[in-house]
């Protein structure tokens, strides 16, 4: 497979038990729609693959960050294929701070606007799928904990199972509880 751009992503992860409640749906969705699985995550920042070393920016950036727990505002779903159908959070002044010092931390930060969702499932589909799963779906919770951060080296552009496959986690930070 010929790669083009790669890109590093920094993702917010969830703490058990939403984890494994989130994973558990987004393998049900992806076996139910034949779309690809994938662990459930917030992106909080994205740059170029030819940063710095993502070891080295989570450790300086993310030490001594708290866990943090999100408010869920409801489920919906968009056109984009990595946001067919999400989890929409509340905005969160902590996280927007987390990627504003992740954007500072890098020697060419991006454009990246931060807009806290989970997405639960990668399929182009039509809209009254998606909006018969909005509409069908309950989560057992109001709020999602999380506590650890990644660093996801992936293709730049995301539009099939291949890519996804292609991810590869460079570095995972334990946040503080």
């Known amino acids: 497979m010929e790669t083009s751009e790669e890109i590093v992503t920094y993702w917010l992860c969830p703490a058990e038990p939403e984890r494994s409640q989130f994973a558990g749906l987004i393998s049900a969705l992806a076996v139910r729609f034949g779309a690809p699985e994938f662990e459930p995550h917030v992106t909080i920042h ?3 693959a030819d940063q710095e070393n993502p070891v080295m920016v989570l450790e300086r950036v993310v030490k001594g960050c708290q866990a943090y727990s999100l408010k869920i505002r409801g489920l919906d779903f968009s056109d984009k294929f990595t946001k067919t159908f999400f989890v929409q959070f509340a905005p969160d002044s902590g996280l927007t701070r987390l990627s504003e010092e992740l954007r500072r931390a890098l020697a060419s930060p991006s454009d990246y606007q931060l807009n806290p969702h989970l ?3 990668y399929k182009e589909m039509d809209q009254e799928t998606k ?3 909005a509409a069908s779906i309950t989560l057992p919770f ?3 904990a999380f506590d650890s951060v990644r660093a996801v080296i992936s293709p730049a552009e995301i539009k099939s199972r291949t890519e996804v496959d292609a991810w590869r986690v460079a570095a995972e ?3 503080t509880k």
């Open 131 to 133: 909006r018969w799963l």
């Open 142 to 144: 109001t709020e999602a």
């Open 119 to 121: 997405s639960l499932l």
């Open 173 to 175: 930070y334990r946040l």
């Open 46 to 48: 994205v740059t170029s």
